[in-house]
């Protein structure tokens, strides 16, 4: 099942733990520009799919390819780095948030551009002094926002999002989902995203629904 126009094919993964089955047959595939979410019950594997995407899982059968190619066959650090993945929970590191967004420039070794971090910020709707804020002084809502900013450093070739604004108020929420949507229209980024939220449903290309056993069903959604 490859399509030449995808980005990315899921092609009949599944994913067993012991007797116990998350996921079943899952296929679809993303093209460059399409804004997909992933939808369904609690412990439907939404979660556990995501990972396998972002190569932190291996899937117990099918395969998955990126630009054509089997991504078991390729560098997880090169596949990483054009396949960004956004968690509910961000892990922050280092003292600042200045600390997290400069990391994606220093393992390509380029320098940090200051004017164009604090202009990031200002886009997620938080102030220029956040740069310097300890990250044990930030919102669970700040966090999620320093995460994603963090993996926009650098325009992966697909965005990967789990729950990424289940902590943000209704103008942020907004204004997160608007950027990600500009972001996959105007830099023809695929977009996966994982929510429950019903406002984030209404504007996708379409909607994948895992079911029981995690297998899916799509459904186009023009709005």
């Given at each position: 099942m490859k399509d030449n126009n995808a980005v990315l094919t899921i092609a009949d993964i599944g994913y067993r733990v012991g007797e116990t089955t998350i996921l079943e047959n899952v296929n679809f595939t993303v093209s460059p520009g399409e804004f997909r979410l992933i939808t369904g019950p609690s412990g439907c594997g939404k979660s556990t799919l995501l990972k396998i995407i972002a190569s932190l899982l291996s899937p117990t059968s099918g395969a998955l390819f990126f630009e054509g190619k089997d991504v078991a066959t390729l560098s997880p650090e090169a596949y990483r780095q054009q396949v960004s993945y956004s968690?509910?929970?961000?892990?922050?590191?280092?003292?600042?948030?200045?600390?997290?967004?400069?990391?994606?420039?220093?393992?390509?070794?380029?320098t940090p551009e200051p004017e164009r971090l604090s202009a990031d910020l200002a886009r997620f709707g938080l102030p220029q002094e956040t740069l310097t804020k300890s990250i044990s002084e930030l919102s669970g809502g700040e966090k999620q926002r320093i995460s994603l900013i963090r993996n926009l450093q650098f325009l992966p070739r697909v965005l990967l999002l789990d729950e990424i604004t289940s902590a943000l108020d209704e103008?942020?929420?907004?204004?997160?989902?608007?950027?990600?949507?500009?972001?996959?229209?105007e830099?023809?980024?695929?977009?996966?995203?994982v929510t429950h939220d019903s406002n984030e449903i209404e504007h996708a290309d379409d909607v994948i629904t895992l079911r029981a056993h995690g297998r899916s069903q799509q459904e186009a959604h023009h709005g």
């Open positions: 968690v509910q929970t961000p892990t922050l590191f280092g003292d600042t948030v200045y600390d997290n967004l400069i990391f994606p420039w220093q393992i390509r070794n380029k103008i942020n929420k907004r204004n997160v989902n608007d950027i990600i949507h500009r972001y996959a229209k830099q023809n980024i695929a977009v996966l995203w």
